[in-house]
């Protein structure tokens, strides 16, 4: 079936460098996106959104970058800190369907 | 956003028993969602919890096994029944409003034993 995934489960990153986590997905009607973080031992907390209208959107140090021609979305992390280790999650729905798929989730650990 | 209280936090339960997981919102939610994540795995939506009305299941899970109440638009119960160690999950309440963003409370951390 249709679903969202990540295309690394983990990424290594040297504090201060920028990271970068990518997400295919496979469903052409979804029209959201969102990344998550989820630290050890706690829920998920939404990061960043996008809506399919658009390519791009920045945040606080993030960025969200959404390729639909590819079906792939990424979210860049600038200035990488030890804080910004945790899974990243992204989630999509499509239309009218309240529901999130979620994609695997990629593991970050930031290196001092 | 939101604030989400779900409780309990964690809990160890012997196998056979029953666990209800409560959400408490902190403001009125269009939807409310259950979600299971695996030790290590992604989320797993698991239901969504209608106000007043039965709970809308995802395939291969059932009323019987987890039901869920909304009594109203900002409380929600799963429980886990007959739990057997193949339960031992995160359990999430998600909420969102009008299509905007979708927001999880902290989890509730359930071993079965």
């Known amino acids: 079936g249709e679903n969202v995934g990540l295309h690394l489960p983990t990424l290594s990153v040297q504090e201060g460098d920028n990271s970068i986590i990518n997400c295919a997905y496979s469903n052409s009607a979804s029209d959201y996106f969102i990344w998550y973080k989820q630290e050890s031992g706690k829920g998920p907390q939404f990061i960043i959104d996008?809506?399919?209208?658009?390519d791009k959107r920045q945040g606080q140090r993030v960025t969200v970058l959404l390729n639909k021609t590819v079906k792939h979305l990424s979210l860049q992390i600038a200035a990488t800190q030890p804080g910004d280790s945790a899974v990243y999650f992204c989630?999509?729905?499509?239309?009218?369907?309240?529901?999130?798929?979620f994609g695997a989730g990629t593991t970050v650990t930031v290196r001092a | 956003s939101a604030v989400i209280s779900q409780k309990p936090s964690r809990d160890i339960c012997q196998r056979g028993t029953s666990l209800t997981i409560q959400c408490q919102v902190d403001s009125q939610v269009t939807m409310m969602f259950w979600y299971r994540q695996q030790p290590g795995q992604s989320l797993t939506l698991i239901a969504t919890a209608n106000q007043g009305s039965e709970a809308t299941y995802e395939s291969g899970f059932v009323i019987d096994k987890f039901p869920i109440s909304r009594p109203n638009l900002t409380f929600s119960t799963l429980t886990v029944s007959n739990m057997s160690p193949e339960d031992s999950s995160i359990y999430l309440c998600c909420v969102e409003s009008w299509g905007a963003e979708a927001f999880f409370g902290q989890g509730t951390r359930l071993t079965v034993v």
């Open positions: 996008i809506r399919s209208n658009m």
């Open positions: 989630a999509e729905r499509s239309g009218n369907d309240y529901k999130l798929s």
